[in-house]
C-alpha cells in the first residue's frame, strides 16, 4: 500500500505540474492573441419558439492558435479572468460583435439582439459603463439590440458598486440577462430587484427533460415564475423535438441548441440566409 500511495501521489503532482504548465502556457500566449488576429467569434441563434424565427444571436468567441489549435473557451476565458486579461478580451468580443451586427443589419437582414458574454471582473471594472456606451455609439448599433448575459454568481457580489453599473447598463437602454440559471442558488425573486430582463435555464435541465420528472418539474417551475415577476425564459441546449415540444408547452419564449443550429462563423451564416 505503501508504494501504491507513493506512486499515486508522484501521478497526482505530475497532473499538477502539468495543470500549471498548461495554464501559464496559455497565459503567455493569450499576450498575443489579439495583436495576431488569433480570435474569432461563432454566433449561435436564439429562436423566437412562437414565431419560429430568429430573435437573437449569441456571440460565443473562439481562439484559434498556430500550434495549440482552436482553445475552447472553457480552457482559456477563466485563465484571462485571472490573470486580467479578460479586459482586454472583453472588450473586442463586444465590438466586434456589435459591428458584425450593425453589418448585419445594414445588409437588409431582419434586426435581432446580439447577446454578448460578460465576466463579473468586467462587469466590475469601474470603466465597463463608458466602454459599452463607447462602442454603441463608434459602431452605431442602437442600445436595444444589445444584451448581456451575466452568471448568477455576479450576484453574490451584492455590492452597491455592482447595483449602480447594473442600474447604468439599464439607463443606456441595453438588456441584460442571467445565465446559466439554476446552478447557483439565487432565486428569481431576488434577480427582480436588478432588473433582469431574462434568464437562461441551463442546458442541464433542459437537457433533463427527457430523463427524469424533475428535469421538468424544475424547468416549467423556473419559467411560470419568471413569467410572474415580469422576465421572459430562455433554454439553452435543446437537442431534440421532446425537449423542444415540451418547452413550447409550458410557454418557454425562446430558444437555443444544437436542434436549430450549432455555433459558425458570420460568413457561414451569410451563405446560410442567402440560401433562402
Ligand atoms: P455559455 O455562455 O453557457 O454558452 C453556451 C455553450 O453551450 C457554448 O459553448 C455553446 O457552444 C454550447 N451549446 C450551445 N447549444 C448546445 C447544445 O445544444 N448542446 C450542447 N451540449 N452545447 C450547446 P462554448 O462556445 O464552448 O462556450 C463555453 C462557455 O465559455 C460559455 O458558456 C461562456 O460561459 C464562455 N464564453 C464563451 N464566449 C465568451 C466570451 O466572449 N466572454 C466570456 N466572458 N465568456 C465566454
Ligand atoms: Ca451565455
Ligand atoms: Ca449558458
Ligand atoms: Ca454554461
Given at each position: 500500500?505503501?508504494?501504491?500511495?507513493?506512486?499515486?501521489?508522484?501521478?497526482?503532482?505530475?497532473?499538477?505540474?502539468?495543470?500549471?504548465?498548461?495554464?501559464?502556457?496559455?497565459?503567455?500566449?493569450?499576450?498575443?492573441?489579439?495583436?495576431?488576429?488569433?480570435?474569432?467569434?461563432?454566433?449561435?441563434?436564439?429562436?423566437?419558439?412562437?414565431?419560429?424565427?430568429?430573435?437573437?444571436?449569441?456571440?460565443?468567441?473562439?481562439?484559434?492558435?498556430?500550434?495549440?489549435?482552436?482553445?475552447?473557451?472553457?480552457?482559456?476565458?477563466?485563465?484571462?479572468?485571472?490573470?486580467?486579461?479578460?479586459?482586454?478580451?472583453?472588450?473586442?468580443v463586444l465590438y466586434t460583435a456589435?459591428?458584425?451586427?450593425?453589418?448585419?443589419?445594414?445588409?437588409?437582414?431582419?434586426?435581432?439582439?446580439?447577446?454578448?458574454?460578460?465576466?463579473?471582473?468586467?462587469?466590475?471594472?469601474?470603466?465597463?459603463?463608458?466602454?459599452?456606451?463607447?462602442?454603441?455609439?463608434?459602431?452605431?448599433?442602437?442600445?436595444?439590440?444589445?444584451?448581456?448575459?451575466?452568471?448568477?454568481?455576479?450576484?453574490?457580489?451584492?455590492?452597491?458598486?455592482?447595483?449602480?453599473?447594473?442600474?447604468?447598463?439599464?439607463?443606456?437602454?441595453?438588456?441584460?440577462?442571467?445565465?446559466?440559471?439554476?446552478?447557483?442558488?439565487?432565486?428569481?425573486?431576488?434577480?427582480?430587484?436588478?432588473?433582469?430582463?431574462?434568464?437562461?435555464?441551463?442546458?442541464?435541465?433542459?437537457?433533463?427533460?427527457?430523463?427524469?420528472?424533475?428535469?421538468?418539474?424544475?424547468?416549467?417551475?423556473?419559467?411560470?415564475?419568471?413569467?410572474?415577476?415580469?422576465?421572459?425564459?430562455?433554454?439553452?441546449?435543446?437537442?431534440?423535438?421532446?425537449?423542444?415540444?415540451?418547452?413550447?408547452?409550458?410557454?418557454?419564449?425562446?430558444?437555443?441548441?444544437?436542434?436549430?443550429?450549432?455555433?459558425?462563423?458570420?460568413?457561414?451564416?451569410?451563405?446560410?440566409?442567402?440560401?433562402?
Open positions: 500500500t505503501k508504494k501504491h500511495s507513493k506512486n499515486s501521489f508522484s501521478l497526482f503532482s505530475h497532473e499538477l505540474n502539468k495543470e500549471i504548465a498548461d495554464k501559464l502556457t496559455i497565459e503567455r500566449e493569450l499576450k498575443s492573441a489579439i495583436r495576431n488576429d488569433e480570435f474569432l467569434i461563432h454566433y449561435q441563434p436564439i429562436m423566437d419558439l412562437a414565431a419560429g424565427k430568429i430573435s437573437a444571436m449569441e456571440a460565443l468567441i473562439r481562439w484559434n492558435h498556430p500550434e495549440l489549435g482552436m482553445v475552447p473557451p472553457d480552457r482559456f476565458i477563466p485563465v484571462s479572468e485571472e490573470s486580467g486579461q479578460i479586459i482586454a478580451i472583453g472588450k473586442w456589435c459591428s458584425q451586427t450593425k453589418q448585419w443589419q445594414q445588409q437588409g437582414y431582419a434586426p435581432f439582439r446580439i447577446c454578448v458574454n460578460i465576466s463579473t471582473i468586467q462587469l466590475q471594472h469601474p470603466n465597463f459603463v463608458q466602454l459599452v456606451k463607447g462602442i454603441l455609439e463608434e459602431t452605431g448599433l442602437e442600445a436595444k439590440w444589445l444584451e448581456l448575459e451575466v452568471t448568477e454568481s455576479i450576484l453574490l457580489e451584492d455590492t452597491e458598486t455592482l447595483k449602480e453599473s447594473l442600474l447604468s447598463l439599464k439607463a443606456l437602454g441595453i438588456s441584460m440577462s442571467i445565465d446559466d440559471f439554476g446552478t447557483g442558488f439565487t432565486s428569481l425573486n431576488y434577480l427582480r430587484q436588478f432588473s433582469f430582463d431574462r434568464v437562461k435555464i441551463d442546458r442541464s435541465f433542459v437537457q433533463d427533460i427527457n430523463q427524469d420528472l424533475s428535469g421538468k418539474a424544475i424547468t416549467s417551475t423556473i419559467i411560470a415564475l419568471a413569467h410572474k415577476l415580469g422576465m421572459e425564459v430562455v433554454a439553452e441546449g435543446i437537442e431534440d423535438s421532446v425537449q423542444l415540444s415540451y418547452l413550447v408547452n409550458e410557454l418557454c419564449n425562446e430558444g437555443q441548441g444544437y436542434y436549430f443550429c450549432r455555433p459558425k462563423s458570420a460568413d457561414q451564416h451569410d451563405l446560410l440566409i442567402m440560401d433562402k
